[in-house]
C-alpha cells in the first residue's frame, strides 16, 4: 500500500518498492522464531511472536507498509525518546543534561551495578532505565496524569491524533516491574529524583503504556528526519536543537547494549521497545541520486519477537537490509 | 563495677581488672572524636558522640562494666545476628543456608552492585543487608509483629526481660532507608523474598530498632560463648550447631568489610551496628594460666562515633586493647 | 593561510574564514591551562602544554589552518583508527569484526575490569586497549615492522609521504607502559591473541608513535569524508564499507569514553590520541546553503593539554565550537 | 599406620582411629570423580585424580597417615601462607600489612579486576595472587634463589629436610601463566611491588613449585598449632603473633573464594593449592573429654581432584567429617 506523492519518481516505481519491501517482510518473518515475546510483563506474554509490520514515511510524502501493520502496541522504552524531548522542552536542555549524561554504558539497561560502580554524579543516559526515570521525574504537574499531558500533546501534534493508554499494559507493568521499583529507590536515595517516586514510577509505566502503531513510529521518525519539522504542514513541533540532540542519543544508546552494533551495520539512529517497536530515522542524503528515500524518512517497525539484548530480532534484520539496499546510513 | 563470683581469683583482683579497663575506657574515648555517628538514619545522628561504654562478662560468672554502661541503643546489624539464629532454629539450619551463601563479599553492607556482578543464586552471607533481608523474609508470620515474636523471644530468654522497640527509631529508619527499599525490590525481583516485601521491611526496620544495653551485648555473648548455653542457669538457650555457625559467620563477616581486619587484630567473632554498639564472643581458651577470662566471656561495647566501615571506632581499638593483653584471639 | 580553490566561494570568503579560525584558536588557547599533558609516557610530559593548531580541508580543496600548525606530534590512540582499517582490508572486515565486537564500554580506555567482569567472547570494541592490541595482533607478518608496513602505505597513499617513527617516544612508551603489557597477557590468556605477544605489544608501541601533523590529520579525514575516496586524485584509497564503518565506530567509540557527549554536543565522527591529537570528519550535508565546508570536510586538530578523559581539552572546545559555527553534526 | 606416643590414650585407641580415617579415606576416595584436575598448568594435568591420601598429626605425638601419603606434588597456593610468614619475619608484620591488606574479597583468587574496580591502595589480602605476588616482591635478595633462601630454611626447620624444587613444573607454569603476568604489569603500573618484576614472578612460580607431602603439610599445620613451636623441639620456629596472624589469614581468606563455606562447615584455619594439597589446623581445645586430637593437630590432605573453586573436592569432604566426627572447629 503505497501513498502520497513520490516526487523524485513515478507512481509505477513506488508500485515496484512495495513489492521490495513485501518480499523482504516475507522474508525476513521467518526470522521471527529466533526471537522471543517479552516475559518480564505478563501481558507482553501474549502477543503473537510472528508479527511483522513496518512502514516507511518519506519527507518527499512517499509511504509504504507492508505485513501487520494494524496492530496496535505499547511504546515502552521508545517512550524514553519522548520523555526526554519533552523535558528538553519544558524545562531547558541544559537543565536535563545537567541531570542525566549522555554516555553508553556497555552494561544491560536495567543494570544497577553501572550506578554503585561508578559513584556516578547523574545516571549514564536517558536511555537506560535509571537515567529514563530520572528525566520522566522532572516532567513538571503534581500527578502522573499532569506530567504525561506534555507528552500526549506532543504525540497528538505529530500523529495528529490522541493515542490511549493501555490500562491492561500499564497495570501488569506497574505490578510486576520490581526491578524499576528497585532502581527508583537507589534513585531516591543518592538523591537523583526531581520529584516524588511514586507518581515518577506511575507516569513512567503510563508512558511505557502507551498505544501506537508502526504508522505512528514512522511519522514521529520522518518529524525527527527534519529536525522536528512536520515535512507536511511544515510546522515546528521540536526544536531544531532538541531533536538533533535526541538523534545523536537515539545513535549511540538507542538499542539496548546492542547499539554500537546497530550504529555500525544499520547506521541510522533508533529507538527500540521490548514491546518490539522500533522507530528509525534516515535524515536526507547527499551521495547517490537513485535511492527511493534520498531526502530523508522515517521508519516504525512492529515485531515482537526479541533478541537477547531485547530488541525487535526481525525488527533489525529487515531494518538493517533496507538500510544497506537503499543506503541509509549517515556514515 | 565488678560482680558475680571470680572463681579464678579473688575479689582483690577483680577489682583491680576493673581499674584497668576503666584507664583503657578513659584513654579510648579521646579516640571517639576520630569518628562520626551514623548520618543516614536521621534519629542516629542525634547521639553524643562522645559516649563509650562496656561490660564483659565471664562464663565464670565474673562481670566488669565501666563508662557509659546505662545508654541504650538500638541493635541496627546486631539485630541480624538475632534474626539468623532464629531463621535457623525455625527455618532450620539446611533451609536457610541453602537459601543465604556464607561467603564474605569485599563490599560495603549496603552494596546491590554484588548481587548482579555476580548473577548470584543467593544473597553472599547473613550480614550484608540483602542477606539480611532475605533472612528476615524466612521468618514466621504474616504481619511484622508475628515475625518479630520469635525474636523478642530469644531475647527475654537470654537478657532476662523483654526489650522494648525504639518507635522513634523504627518510624526514622522505615521513612529514610531508600537503600534497603532498594534493595528489597531487587531481592523480590529475583526471587529470593520468602515473605511479603513490605512486611519483610517492616520487619526488618523494627528488628533493628531494639533497645539494648551493653550488658543485654555482653550476655548475648557470653551465651554464645558456651555455645548457646547460659552459663548461670546452664540452660541451652541457643542450639549448639546453630551458635557455632552464628560465630565463624561473626568471624569470618561480622564487621562488614573491615571483618578481615578484625579478625587479624582482635582475633573474636564479633557483630557490630551503626548504632555503635558490638558484641564480641571470647570462647574458653587453653593456654596460658594467668589469663582473667580463660574460661571464655561475652563483651559488650556501646561507642556510637564510627569509622569510615560503620563500625564504632574507639570500640574497635577498646576491644583490640583487651584482646591483645588478656590474649582472647581464637588464633 | 588559506589554499586551493573554494568552489562554493570567493578568494575573499576564504579570508574572512580564515580570519574566524584565527580568533577562534586565539580565544580557545585559553583553554589549554584548564587540562594537563600525559604523565603516563615520560616522554610526553616534556610538550608544550599552551599549543594548539588546526587545519580544515574541504572535499572541494579549500584548505584553513591555524595556530601551532608546524608541530609534530605521535598519533597514539589515532592509531587505532589506522590499525582497524588496515585489518578489514587486509583480513576482512567480517574477520575482524568476529573478534572485536563494535560496542562503547561506559569505561576508561585502559580497564582491564570490563574484560573480567562481562566474561567476553571478544574484546568491547577496537578503540579501548583490550581490543586496539587484539586487532593489532591480527596484522600480517612476522615482525612489528612487517607488520607496521601496510599501515605506513597506507599513510604514504593517503598523504603523499612516509611518515616517521618517532623511535624516543616508542622507546620511552615501550618501556613505561605496563598497563598495556597486563592488558597484553591478559589478552594472551584468555586467547584472543592472533599473534606473538611480544611482537604484537612492539607493535602496537610503534604504531602509535608515528609522527604527524595536523594537516595529516585533517587529510585522513577529508578521506574517510569522502568515503575512503582521496577528493583531490578520486582515487578508492579504502574501502568505501571499511570507511563508513570506522566513521560509526569513531562516533560510538573514538573519544574515549567522552564519545556519548562528543556525539552529542559536536556530532561527528572523531578520534583522538593522548598526545593531543584529534583526527574529525565532517561529512557532506544537504541542509543550509549557507554553510562553507557543504560539501564535507576533514579537520585535523593539536592540543596537548588533555581534560580528564584523556581528550585535548582546548581541541574538544574549538571542535564544538566550529561544529556548531558551521553546522557540521550529522545529525 | 599409627607413629608416637599417644598421651591421651592407649595403643589400641590409635589403632582403632587408624581404622576409622582408613575407611572415611576409602569413603571420600570416591568423591574424586566429581571433581577435576587443575587444567591450567600443563603438568598439573597429568596427575592421576583418583589420588587421595591424609596425615594427622598431634602435638601430643600421635600420628595417623592413611591413603595415598607417599605421593609428591607442588605447593602451589599453600606456598602463598609460607612466603606471608617469611616476609613477616624478615621485614617485619607492620611493614608488610602496611602494603598488603587481610580482607576476603569474594572474587576468585586470580581476578585482576577487584584491584580496578576499587582503586585499591593496597591488594585485598596475601592469598589472592595480586597480593601473594606483592608479598614475593617483599623477600629480600636479588636474584629468585636468594630470595627463596628464607623459604627453604623455614622448610627445613619445619621439616627436618630440605624439600626440591620441582624444575618440570616450574617451568611449565613459568611458561604458560599469563594471568599472573598480566597481574604482575598491573601490581608493577600501581606502584605495588617491591623488587622487579621478572625476578619476583620467578620466585612465585618457584615457591608454588616445591615438592611437599602430606606428611609435610602436617607438621606444618602442628607447628602452627602450636603458635609456631616445634611440639617435638619446643622450638620456637615461627614467632607467635606471625603464626597467629597466619591462622586468621588462614580461616578468612585461605580457601579461595569458599573460605566462608570452609569456616562455617568446617571450622579450622586452612591453606589450599591446586595441586591438590590443602594444609589444616586444628588448635588445642578446651570442651569435650574424649577426643582424640584435643591437645590440637596439624593437617595435610592431598587430592588432586579439584572442585569449581580450585580446592581438593575429596579433600574438603574428607577434611569436614573428620572436624565433625572429632570436633575440631575452632568456634
Known amino acids: 500500500m503505497v501513498q502520497g506523492t513520490a516526487n523524485w519518481n513515478t507512481e509505477q516505481t513506488a508500485e515496484w518498492l512495495q513489492e521490495y519491501v513485501d518480499d523482504w517482510v516475507k522474508f525476513y518473518r521467518k526470522h521471527t522464531n529466533e526471537g522471543n515475546v517479552a516475559s518480564y510483563i505478563p501481558l507482553l506474554k501474549e502477543v503473537d511472536p510472528d508479527l511483522l509490520g513496518i512502514t516507511i514515511m518519506g519527507r518527499n510524502g512517499m509511504k509504504i507498509s507492508s505485513g501487520d501493520i494494524g496492530q496496535q502496541f505499547t511504546l515502552q522504552s521508545i517512550s524514553k525518546l519522548l520523555t526526554f524531548i519533552v523535558a528538553c522542552m519544558t524545562r ?40 529514563a526515570i530520572t528525566v520522566t521525574s522532572m516532567l513538571e504537574g503534581k500527578t502522573s496524569d499532569l506530567k504525561l499531558e506534555p507528552i500526549f500533546e506532543l504525540l497528538e501534534k505529530m500523529l495528529g491524533y490522541r493515542p490511549s493508554l493501555n490500562v491492561d499494559v500499564y497495570e501488569s507493568e506497574r505490578d510486576s516491574s520490581m526491578r524499576n521499583r528497585a532502581i527508583g529507590y537507589y534513585l531516591l536515595e543518592i538523591g537523583f529524583l526531581e520529584s516524588d517516586l511514586n507518581i515518577t514510577l506511575e507516569t513512567y509505566f503510563k508512558q511505557c503504556s502507551i498505544d501506537v502503531t ?34 545523536a542519543l537515539m545513535l549511540t544508546c538507542g538499542m539496548y547494549d546492542a547499539s554500537g552494533k546497530f550504529a555500525t551495520y544499520v547506521g541510522v539512529p533508533a529507538k527500540s521497545g521490548v514491546s518490539g517497536g522500533i522507530v528509525a530515522v534516515a535524515p536526507p542524503r547527499v551521495r547517490e541520486e537513485n535511492l527511493p528515500f534520498l531526502d530523508g524518512c522515517g521508519i516504525g517497525v512492529f515485531g515482537p519477537a526479541l533478541d537477547e539484548k531485547g530488541n525487535s530480532i526481525a525488527g533489525i534484520r529487515l531494518l538493517r537490509h533496507i538500510a544497506s539496499q537503499w543506503d541509509l546510513s549517515i556514515f
Chains 1, 2, 3, 4 share one sequence.
Open 92 to 131: 531547558g536542555i541544559s537543565y536535563v543534561l545537567n541531570r542525566v549524561d549522555v554516555e553508553p554504558t556497555g552494561e544491560a539497561f536495567n543494570s544497577i551495578m553501572h550506578l554503585e560502580l561508578n559513584e556516578l554524579k547523574k545516571p549514564f543516559n536517558p536511555f537506560v532505565n535509571a537515567g
Open 214 to 247: 508502526v504508522d505512528d513510529l514512522a511519522k514521529i521518525g520522518v518529524i525527527l528526519a527534519s529536525d522536528g519539522v512536520d515535512p507536511d504542514t511544515r510546522e515546528e513541533i521540536i526544536p531544531r536543537q532538541v531533536a538533533r540532540i535526541a538523534k
